[in-house]
Nanobody, 123 residues
Framework: QVTLVESGGGLVQAGDSLRLSCAAS????????MGWFRQAPGKKREFVAAISLGGGTSYYADSVKGRFTISRDNAKNTLYLQMNSLKPEDTAIYYC????????????????WGQGTQVTVSS
């Protein structure tokens, strides 16, 4: 079992940056592949980025590639999403997920989820 808590969301202007954090419980954080997903009103949950157990491999959605960076600090049991050059279309609730296997871009394959953190980008 793992408990995830996201933080770092807020209201920013287009072009600004935010860093989201996802704190995981326990001392087995390194046993999970992790991912960030987002969901805007009226839309399905959308893949954003994923990272392997040790942090050596990452994958990004085309819509955020070059602007967002996923990372993890296994010693601190924390996942991060650095978001730069934010756009209004990035507005959504951002969720972190954990999967006790290799990374995946499919939300239905994740085992645990946090409650989400709201990111709003104004123009």
């Amino acid at each position: 079992q793992v408990t995830l808590v996201e933080s770092g969301g807020g209201l920013v202007q287009a072009g600004d940056s935010l860093r989201l954090s996802c704190a995981a419980s326990g001392r087995t954080f390194s046993s999970y592949a992790m991912g960030w997903f987002r969901q805007a009103p009226g839309k399905k949950r959308e893949f954003v980025a994923a990272i392997s157990l040790g942090g050596g491999t990452s994958y990004y959605a085309d819509s955020v590639k070059g602007r967002f960076t996923i990372s993890r600090d296994n010693a601190k049991n924390t996942l991060y999403l650095q978001m730069n050059s934010l756009k209004p279309e990035d507005t959504a609730i951002y969720y972190c997920g954990a999967r006790r296997t290799s990374l995946t871009t499919y939300a239905e394959n994740y085992d645990y989820w946090g409650q989400g953190t709201q990111v709003t980008v104004s123009s």
